[in-house]
């Protein structure tokens, strides 16, 4: 069991936009594996792996009796309907806020062996799809927030334990 170390609000390489993944195999399953234990251990249901500070187009979740993993992930909703719900993030942690995002979306990439692969989400796992991709796309939750409830939520984070001692 690999638990690598969460990166913060603040840190680069969360907006940063990943990159692709070219090559697939060993090291790939491994950063997959890491993800996991790194997801688990923190108690989160989806990490997409610039928060451990890899800039590769690869996420893992386990949410809705579904567990697994994609690699360079793209998306698109299955209609206009949306549903507002509440997020959090483990690189903000203590931090929630109520987010729009599209209810159902189907989403397609590849394994870790580079084997085309969609999910169907819809509820939570729709919402964990997107709020992942955005993490790859250098995008945190907070951004899609409005202005009131964006710097509501900086005040939580500016006064958090966590911000203090980055």
Not at 8 to 25: H, I, M, R
Request: proline share 3%; hydrophobic share 40%.
């Amino acid at each position: 069991m690999t638990v690598r170390r969460l990166r913060l609000l603040g840190d680069p390489v969360l907006n940063e936009v990943a990159q692709e993944v070219t090559e697939f195999g060993a090291g790939i399953r491994t950063l997959v594996n890491d993800m996991f234990d790194t997801m688990d251990n923190a108690g989160g249901v989806g990490l997409a792996a610039n928060q451990i500070g890899h800039s590769l187009r690869v996420f893992v979740f386990d949410c809705q009796g579904l567990r697994g993993h994609i690699v360079n992930p793209s998306w698109s909703p299955l209609s206009g309907d949306s549903q507002l719900g509440t997020e959090g993030c483990l690189s903000i942690p203590g931090v929630r806020a109520d987010v729009e995002r599209y209810r159902s979306v189907v989403c397609n990439g590849v394994d870790a062996e580079g084997h085309p692969l969609s999910i169907l989400g819809t509820g939570l796992l729709a919402r964990c799809i997107q709020h992942e991709t955005d993490h790859l796309d250098g995008v945190v939750f907070l951004e899609r927030l409005s202005a009131e409830e964006k710097k509501q939520a900086m005040s939580q984070v500016r006064t958090s334990t966590w911000w203090k001692e980055r």
